[in-house]
C-alpha cells in the first residue's frame, strides 16, 4: 500500500479530511500534520469520537490516522521561529513542528512517503479586498498558502471572485505557477509528480471567512 501525508487537517469539514478518507478507502496508510494551534482540540475530538462519523468509510470500516504530526507550515527550521510564537503556550506544549523538523521525524518514523497533499491556506485579511490588504496580511497569506506537490488551488487565481481577498487570489496564482515549476523541476530530478487541483467552493473552517 502507498503511505500518505496530507498537511492541513484539523477538523472533518475540509478537502484535506475528504482526500484522507478517499486515499484510505483506497488502501493507503494515512499521517497527517496538522496546524500547532489547532493541535489540541483536533486530537481531543478525535480521541472522543467526535469524528467517528465522518470516519466511515465506503465498506463500513473507520479510517484510521496512523500519526498525527503539529506542522505550521510558514516556518521552515527552528531558527525561523520568532521568540514570541515559540514561548506562546499554544506551540510551546509540542515540538519539532517546522516544516523540515516534521518531515525529518516522518522520515525517522516511516522511511518514506508516497504521497504529500499540501491542503493549507491562511489569509490573514481574505474578508479585505486586495486593494485593502496590508503588506503583512498580503505576505502571510502568500507564505502559507503556497506550497505543493498535490495542492488544493482556487479559480479566484484567474480570474476575479470577490471577496477572495487579502492576497489569496495573488497566493493561488503563485501556488498554480510553482506547481508547473516544481512539475518540471522534481520531475526530472526526482521523477515526482506535482500536481495542483482547482477545487470548487466548499464551506470549510478556512472558507467561513470567505462567506462561501
Ligand atoms: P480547511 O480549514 O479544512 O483547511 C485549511 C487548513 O490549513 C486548516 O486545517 C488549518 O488549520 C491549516 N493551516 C492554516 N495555516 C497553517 C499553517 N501555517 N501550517 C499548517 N497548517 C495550517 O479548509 P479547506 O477549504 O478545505 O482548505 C484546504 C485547501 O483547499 C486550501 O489550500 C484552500 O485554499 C483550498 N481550496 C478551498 C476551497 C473552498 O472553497 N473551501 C476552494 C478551492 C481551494
Known amino acids: ?27 493507503a496508510e494515512i499521517l497527517v500534520g496538522t496546524w500547532v494551534p489547532a493541535l489540541n482540540i483536533f486530537e481531543t475530538s478525535l480521541r472522543r469520537g467526535k469524528f467517528d462519523e465522518s470516519r466511515v468509510l465506503p465498506d463500513g470500516s473507520l479510517m484510521e490516522i496512523t500519526k498525527i504530526y503539529p506542522l505550521d507550515a510558514i516556518y521552515d527550521k527552528l531558527e525561523d521561529v520568532p521568540e514570541d510564537v515559540k514561548s506562546n503556550k499554544r506551540y510551546s506544549g509540542s515540538s519539532k513542528w517546522t516544516v523540515q523538523e516534521c518531515a525529518e521525524s516522518v522520515k525517522q518514523d516511516f522511511g518514506s512517503i508516497d504521497i504529500l497533499v499540501h491542503s493549507l491556506a491562511n489569509g490573514p485579511e481574505v474578508s479585505k479586498p486586495l486593494l485593502e490588504t496590508s503588506r503583512n496580511g498580503y505576505l502571510a497569506a502568500l507564505s502559507a498558502s503556497s506550497g505543493s506537490s498535490l495542492s488544493l488551488t482556487y479559480i479566484a487565481s484567474e480570474r476575479i471572485i470577490p471577496g477572495y481577498g487579502g492576497g489569496m487570489s495573488s497566493a493561488k496564482a503563485a501556488l498554480e505557477s510553482d506547481t508547473r515549476v516544481l512539475a518540471f523541476e522534481a520531475g526530472r530530478k526526482h521523477r515526482i509528480r506535482v500536481n495542483a487541483i482547482s477545487a470548487g467552493p466548499l464551506r470549510s473552517r478556512a472558507a467561513k471567512a470567505i462567506g462561501f
Open 1 to 27: 500500500g502507498k503511505r500518505a501525508f496530507i498537511a492541513g487537517v484539523a477538523d472533518d469539514n475540509g478537502y484535506g479530511w475528504a482526500i484522507a478518507k478517499s486515499l484510505a478507502a483506497a488502501g
